[in-house]
Antibody
Framework: QVQLQESGPGLVKPSETLSLTCTVS????????WNWIRQPAGKGLEWIGRIYISGSTNYNPSLKSRVTMSVDTSKNQFSLKLSSATAADTAVYYCARAYCTGGRCYPDAFDIWGQGTMVTVSS | SSELTQDPAVSVALGQTVRITCQGDSLRSFYVSWYQQKPGQAPVLVIY???YRPSGIPDRFSGSSSGNTASLTITGAQAEDEADYYCNSRDSSGINLNVVFGGGTKLTVL
């Protein structure tokens, strides 16, 4: 079955760029929407944005000025960059797939999630 | 602040029925999805679309919607249903398929 795995530095210095990669295994990255979602400790979920395999993106308006997503279909990976990181960006970061079934996709229903990776922004 | 509002905490007696609600203007136009999250784990999709359950989700979970309020109902709550529950949908503008989450509801099974 399809699995997602986040990878990247667990510690980022303030003002630097947070960079994460999600590797898709057990299936193709094609024909799905791929998302990043984060969760500060003890708090709720926040959608960061999505990317389609064509490279088209949608970002959370509150983060849009700092977010860049990209996809590498040859490696079955997609990536997140969040610039000018601050302590407020400290969170568990998840990658997730939007659900598609029977030829129909639900862009805001996330059926497969990575295990999450903790990123701390601190000097 | 979230555009989707959930009660912070709800409790239910074992075997009884509980409804968890999610309110927001965007729910008048867009479907809601529901997620279950247990401590230290990634969320799990339990309801999506009109009222569909992904494969493997017990049929005691169901969803409904009326006006600006969506509900997740657990009929015959089990101990393993104790978790945080989140709703999500489009933001109220509906532009660019932007997604918002509710603040989450902590369900305690007594």
């Amino acid at each position: 079955q399809v699995q997602l795995q986040e990878s990247g530095p667990g510690l980022v210095k303030p003002s630097e760029t947070l960079s994460l990669t999600c590797t898709v295994s057990g299936g193709s990255i094609n024909n799905y929407y791929w998302n990043w979602i984060r969760q500060p400790a003890g708090k709720g979920l926040e959608w960061i944005g999505r990317i389609y395999i064509s490279g088209s993106t949608n970002y959370n308006p509150s983060l849009k000025s700092r977010v860049t997503m990209s996809v590498d279909t040859s490696k079955n990976q997609f990536s997140l960059k969040l610039s000018s990181a601050t302590a407020a960006d400290t969170a568990v970061y998840y990658c997730a797939r939007a659900y598609c079934t029977g030829g129909r996709c639900y862009p805001d229903a996330f059926d497969i999630w990575g295990q999450g990776t903790m990123v701390t922004v601190s000097s | 602040s979230s555009e989707l509002t959930q009660d912070p905490a709800v409790s239910v007696a074992l075997g009884q029925t509980v409804r968890i609600t999610c309110q927001g203007d965007s729910l008048r136009s867009f479907y809601v999805s529901w997620y279950q999250q247990k401590p230290g784990q990634a969320p799990v999709l339990v309801i999506y679309g009109e009222n569909y359950r992904p494969s493997g989700i017990p049929d005691r979970f169901s969803g409904s919607s009326s006006g600006n309020t969506a509900s997740l109902t657990i009929t015959g709550a089990q101990a393993e249903d104790e978790a945080d529950y989140y709703c999500n949908s489009r933001d109220s503008s509906g532009i660019n398929l932007n997604v918002v989450f509710g603040g989450g509801t902590k369900l305690t099974v007594l």
